[in-house]
């Protein structure tokens, strides 16, 4: 999918395996109830657009947990209900993620083996195993 920059409403975003999400100017993406991106998949701007970065794309998420989906797939054997249990965002297992996520209703979760750039701001966070975090806040 390619964003070619500005303001953008969508009720949610379901982001399937392998996919990238490109930004090609500033933008805010507004997403009403969750978003859910699977594995492997890049969310942020296009490399070959100079100066653009982390701090130019924010993503309001309103949903809180209760819109998001359950995790089972994810899960490791005997994993708790609170380990698969809803949230407002994922980002899947080995995500590339340059942008900045406020959800204030609802968790992100930034799933195993990720590399996320920006700010993650939510009423919760989960940080999986071997995420990189860096900042580069839009706030």
Do not use: C
Not at 42 to 60: E, H, K, M, V
Not at 87 to 98: C, D, K, L, S
């Amino acid at each position: 999918m390619i964003l070619t920059g500005g303001i953008y409403h969508v009720s949610s975003l379901d982001i399937r395996s392998n996919t990238r999400v490109i930004f090609q100017g500033p933008s805010e993406l507004r997403v009403k109830n969750e978003i859910d991106a699977d594995a492997r998949t890049f969310i942020g701007p296009d490399p070959s657009i100079a100066g653009l970065d982390a701090a130019d794309l924010i993503i309001y998420v309103e949903g809180g947990d209760d819109k998001g989906r359950r995790h089972d797939e994810d899960a490791e054997p005997g994993a708790s209900d609170e380990e698969v249990s809803p949230t407002a965002v994922q980002i899947g297992i080995e995500n590339t993620v340059h942008a900045n996520i406020y959800a204030p209703n609802g968790t992100v979760w930034l799933k195993k083996g990720s590399q996320a750039t920006g700010a993650f701001i939510g009423k919760g966070a989960r940080i999986g195993a071997r995420v990189e975090l860096r900042l580069k806040s839009a706030f």
